[in-house]
């Protein structure tokens, strides 16, 4: 019995928020009244078990292979690409290192 309350309250409450935006109440009641029903039966046909969600997240595959390929410049101390030949930062010549996967 209750379940035929609960679709009456929700258009009487949307009659009035219409009215106060100066909205047709009477519209709106009964535009509530029709779509209340076939989303709670849809809701109940529907079956929502509790279920637990987990998201694992991880670094990029791009992040990580950019960590790889870096090293730090014994001249300046700042971060440049493992093959470089010349630092960006301080300019001076360095020995590129092949790093081993």
């Given at each position: 019995?209750?379940?035929?309350?609960?679709?009456?309250?929700?258009?009487?409450?949307?009659a009035i928020?219409?009215?106060?935006?100066?909205?047709?109440?009477?519209?709106?009641?009964?535009?509530?009244?029709?779509?209340?029903?076939?989303?709670?039966?849809?809701?109940?046909?529907s079956?929502?078990?509790?279920?637990?969600?987990?998201?694992?997240?991880?670094?990029?595959?791009?992040?990580?292979?950019s960590?790889?390929?870096t090293?730090?410049?014994?001249?300046?101390a700042?971060?440049?690409?493992?093959?470089?030949?010349?630092?960006?930062?301080?300019?001076?010549?360095?020995?590129?290192?092949?790093?081993?996967?």
């Amino acid at each position: 019995m209750e379940w035929i309350l609960i679709p009456i309250v929700l258009a009487i409450c949307s009659a009035i928020i219409a009215s106060n935006k100066n909205r047709s109440s009477a519209g709106w009641f009964f535009l509530t009244l029709l779509f209340c029903p076939v989303i709670l039966i849809l809701l109940c046909l529907s079956k929502i078990e509790n279920a637990t969600v987990v998201i694992q997240v991880s670094p990029a595959p791009a992040a990580q292979e950019s960590q790889r390929l870096t090293r730090t410049c014994p001249y300046c101390a700042e971060e440049l690409l493992a093959k470089a030949r010349l630092c960006k930062h301080c300019g001076k010549d360095v020995e590129p290192v092949e790093k081993d996967e």
